[in-house]
């Protein structure tokens, strides 16, 4: 079963944040006090198009049935589904009927939330028909994207959470281990091999159940798949793997090379693969030329390979190269097809690892504008989504680019933020997107620097811990000028612990030639774009969060680059100072504006960096004040532990500064409101202040805030 901490969301959705603020919410109720701000800020919001980082932007499902998404039809056989148990005696029309019941829920639940469902929509035919043939949850369904697994949870008893969407319990996103999940998904790549290790525990306890994991061909360009699916064909355990292909290219040089067609040829050729008589009959065959020897079972294995490789499609001897019998492909939105087929599959005891190539179709017609905006993730209101830190940077490093031609970008991770795109398009052959090969983005990027160019190597820090070894030897450790520009730093509003970003502060500061720095707003983000491209002798990172930005009048690019190591002092006060780093200047600020109400004076200084400290600021403020809090979104570990060491290796403890550290909590923090996981992890400005007042001795004021 689920953890407390693991509640389960049928549909990762939330709502649309354009008027909740991630740092400064004008209807926050964590404090009795009101006051005005002195900054001009904006509502800072969650771009409802950025709500997640997946790739449904490049997937979607051969759509039947688009109902209007307000007028929900009526879904009869759905209704009465409480456990995939009820799918076993559905007819093959009853099943149909049932997908295009599916596919009607999610388009009415995702037109009222805006997230994004486009691979979903891909797997409903495929969901219906793996839990229509093995019997989960005693057959373990593993999931290799957690975007593809919403019909998964309409038919495992989650429907009724979709109700509590916009609660903090029901914006948990993630599938997190529970009955009908036997292993969390989300990152990608993890299915294969987790599914080969119950495979072989299976095997050793002697137990009869089968293992299903479905990966899609994104997480095909991350080396964890090919390395599982090898392991897989050594062992030679039985377990099933689904390869979801969606038609879908993230590299447009790779969109005319032919894909796998589906035709009754072969339709009739994946049946055949998958039947009990050709099964028997090729292990037959494989027993007699064993006997026969003189290398007669290795020539027959060539003609086979070659046969099938004739049959298939282009690449499909890959798979039975790694050890793996291959099937395919079939259509990924024929219920009869795929039932076929993985009956066959199902019914068979020893045959080891076999992986079932389904295609499914990119493209399908919608006839109404609202369902087409729906689809393409735009806003449905018409307006255009908040300017968020990702366009501001985007900005810049096109500004950046027309005065320096060396400089070329490298993206990786799933999917690609809209503000990408104009970058893309900007850069043309300088830009790369490797997709989910975040290790070969950096040493890529490493080489590219190597070879006199300027790369960018931008990834969401979630994905970028995938790649540390490479991020230590490949660039760190050699001085090599790769510019990381980590993105979706911090909390991550409904996409929740997985995709969240709390520890790059931690495992980047500690390197030792890694520079590591923080905007406080977007302004300062341009500052360290080209600042960035400006140093050339060792590597440098600059996180930002997900997000909209933090001032309302946004001024014009202009190409000025900050000092290294070199803070900033924004309200100078007397009694209490606030060291924030990162996008928690914010609320340090909305902090001040609390406590000065209270007669309180208070500094906020804007560190910059983590690496190297700004160590005359932090003198300046132990010399000046008694109390020091230092702020981060980020894990313990990070830029108050480097504060903390200097202050006591410079004596500053010793001489009477008393300092409190403020981090992200010691736990991870599900999906919810971007305004609750910061109240939740302690990080407004009311849970600032009050630090402050219990530092100062005023616990009841303190208690007020909270109230």
Not at 178 to 198: E, R, V
Not at 525 to 546: E, G, K, S, W
């Amino acid at each position: 079963m689920a953890s407390a901490s693991c509640r389960q969301n049928p549909l990762r959705i939330s709502a649309d944040f354009s008027d909740n603020s991630r740092l400064l919410s004008p209807k926050s109720n964590f404090s009795s006090v009101n006051f005005p701000s002195n900054v001009e800020f904006s509502r800072l919001s969650f771009a409802p198009t950025l709500a997640s980082t997946s790739t449904s932007k490049e997937y979607c499902g051969d759509v039947r049935c688009l109902p209007n998404a307000d007028e929900k039809g009526p879904t009869p056989i759905l209704d009465m589904i409480e456990s995939p148990m009820h799918l076993k005696n559905l007819t093959s029309k009853e099943l149909r009927q049932l997908a295009d019941e599916i596919q009607s829920e999610l388009l009415h639940t995702m037109s009222k939330t805006q997230k994004p469902f486009k691979a979903s929509l891909s797997v409903v035919e495929l969901t219906v028909a793996i839990h229509h043939v093995f019997n989960s949850p005693v057959d373990k369904i593993l999931w290799d994207m957690e975007d593809q697994t919403y019909p998964h949870k309409l038919l495992t008893g989650r429907r009724d959470l979709v109700r509590n969407a916009k609660t903090l319990d029901g914006l948990m996103s993630y599938t997190c281990r529970s009955t009908f999940d036997p292993f969390g998904a989300g990152h990608g790549c993890s299915s294969i091999s987790s599914g080969l290790g119950m495979a072989v525990a299976r095997d050793i306890k002697g137990k009869k159940d089968r293992i299903v994991s479905v990966i899609s061909n994104e997480t095909t360009m991350a080396g964890q798949v090919y390395e599982a699916m090898s392991n897989a064909g050594y062992l030679d355990s039985n377990m099933v793997v689904i390869l979801n292909d969606c038609h879908h290219s993230s590299q447009t040089k790779l969109e005319h090379v032919p894909k796998a067609s589906i035709n009754a040829v072969s339709s009739t050729l994946s049946k055949l693969q998958s039947s009990k008589i050709f099964r028997k009959f090729r292990e037959l065959a494989k027993v007699l030329t064993k006997k026969i020897g003189g290398g007669m079972h290795e020539w027959a294995a060539k003609i086979d390979e070659y046969a099938r490789g004739m049959m298939g499609p282009t690449g499909s001897t890959l798979f039975e190269e790694l050890g793996l019998y291959y099937i395919g492909p079939v259509d990924g939105h024929s219920i009869e097809d795929l039932v076929c087929v993985l009956r066959e599959v199902a019914s068979l005891n020893s045959m080891g690892p076999v992986l079932v190539h389904v295609i499914t179709n990119e493209h399908h017609k919608v006839e109404e504008d609202y369902h087409t905006s729906l689809l393409n993730n735009e806003p449905l209101n018409g307006n255009s989504r908040p300017q968020t830190y990702s366009d501001h940077f985007v900005e810049a490093l096109i500004t950046e680019s027309r005065k320096d031609e060396d400089i070329v970008v490298v993206h990786a991770g799933m999917g690609m933020e809209p503000s990408f795109q104009l970058l893309k398009d900007n850069l043309t052959d300088k830009f790369f997107h490797v997709g989910m090969a975040e290790q070969h983005a950096v040493t890529f990027s490493a080489g590219l620097a190597c070879g006199g160019l300027k790369p960018f190597c931008i990834i969401p820090s979630a994905f970028l811990q995938r790649a540390y070894d490479q991020v230590v030897h490949d660039v760190d450790r050699q001085k090599i000028p790769v510019r990381f520009a980590i993105t979706s730093a911090g909390l991550v509003g409904s996409d929740g612990a997985t995709h969240s970003g709390p520890f790059d502060i931690t495992f980047m500061s500690c390197l030792p030639n890694m520079i590591v720095m923080s905007p406080s707003d977007e302004t300062e983000l341009a500052r360290m774009v080209n600042t960035a491209v400006n140093i050339n002798d060792r590597p440098v990172c600059f996180r930002y969060p997900r997000g909209a930005v933090a001032l309302t009048n946004h001024k014009p690019y202009v190409g000025e680059s900050i000092e290294i190591g070199r803070g900033r002092v924004l309200v100078e006060g007397k009694d209490i100072a606030f060291l924030g780093f990162g996008s928690m200047v914010q609320n340090c600020l909305r902090a001040h504006n609390l406590l000065s109400k209270l007669g309180i004076e208070v500094t906020v200084a804007d560190a910059r960096f983590c690496k190297p400290l700004d160590i005359k600021l932090i003198r300046m403020l132990c010399k000046n004040h008694r109390f020091l809090i230092t702020v981060e979104e980020g894990s313990v570990g990070g830029f108050g532990a480097h504060v903390a060491r200097f202050i006591s290796l410079d004596g500053l403890l010793d001489a009477g500064i008393k300092w409190r550290p403020i981090t992200l909590p010691d736990n991870y923090i599900e999906g919810a409101l971007p305004q609750e996981q910061l109240a939740l992890a302690g990080l407004t400005g009311n849970h600032i202040a009050a630090t402050a007042l219990n530092l100062l001795g005023r616990t009841r004021e303190a208690l007020l805030l909270m109230c």
